[in-house]
């Protein structure tokens, strides 16, 4: 039901991009800093929501179609934000660029497998990759400027966040090449199945 908490949780994800964006555009450094934590408790809703569904055995198909769209929401709300705001380096550019087209190549994967009634497990190293994604976004949405609201200008929140979101990049890289791999053998073996289809009754000893 779209009313379980886990279901209610994953809404405040899609509910929350727009505050996010609000703050962002703002340009103040407490509004920096809102957005950062804005950010961030969204992001740990998309833990607890799975959580909860599976231990309250809450699991529906409204949820399962809905999570990902929320995660993709408020990642690629974050990105946007970030790159049209210049709070990003080229070279940070670039990593949210790798991260951005992999979230579209496995929504179309996705799209593919889920007419052949197939589902893409999410990998244990692609958990960390959210993990670790999830957790630079953040930083980089506070930025040097919500850092020095709280006197601590001299982290550079800024190149931190930007290491981090490198190294998202890269988990993003493994975990979209296993997907696509997973992807590519699917599509193989239905090609196969169409070419040679059995043929009964034809082999007699």
């Not at 940070?92 to 790798?98: E, N």
């Not at 696509?180 to 196969?192: F, N, S």
Request: glycine share 8%; proline share 4%; hydrophobic share 55%.
């Amino acid at each position: 039901m779209p009313t379980d908490l886990p279901n209610l949780l994953t809404l405040s994800r899609i509910a929350a991009v727009p505050l996010l964006v609000l703050l962002a555009v703002l340009r103040h450094p407490w509004a920096d800093l809102g957005a950062c934590a804005v950010f961030s408790a969204a992001a740990i809703t998309d833990y607890f929501d799975g959580k909860i569904a599976r231990e309250r055995q809450l699991i529906s198909a409204f949820g399962r179609m809905l999570d990902p769209i929320a995660d993709k929401l408020l990642v690629g709300a974050a990105l946007m934000l970030l790159a049209g705001l210049s709070h990003l380096s080229l070279l940070g550019l670039l990593a949210a660029i790798v991260i951005l087209l992999r979230e579209i190549l496995v929504s179309g994967l996705r799209e593919y497998l889920a007419g052949l009634a197939v589902g893409l497990p999410v990998t244990r190293l692609a958990k960390w990759k959210t993990g670790v994604q999830m957790t630079a976004l953040g930083i980089l949405l506070a930025g040097d400027s919500g850092a020095s609201v709280l006197h601590l200008s001299f982290l550079p929140l800024n190149a931190i966040g930007e290491v981090m979101l490198w190294l998202a990049a890269a988990l993003t890289l493994l975990t979209g090449w296993d997907y696509v791999m997973a992807g590519l053998r699917h599509a193989e073996a239905q090609d196969t199945a169409r070419n040679h289809p059995a043929q009964k009754g034809l082999s007699r000893p």
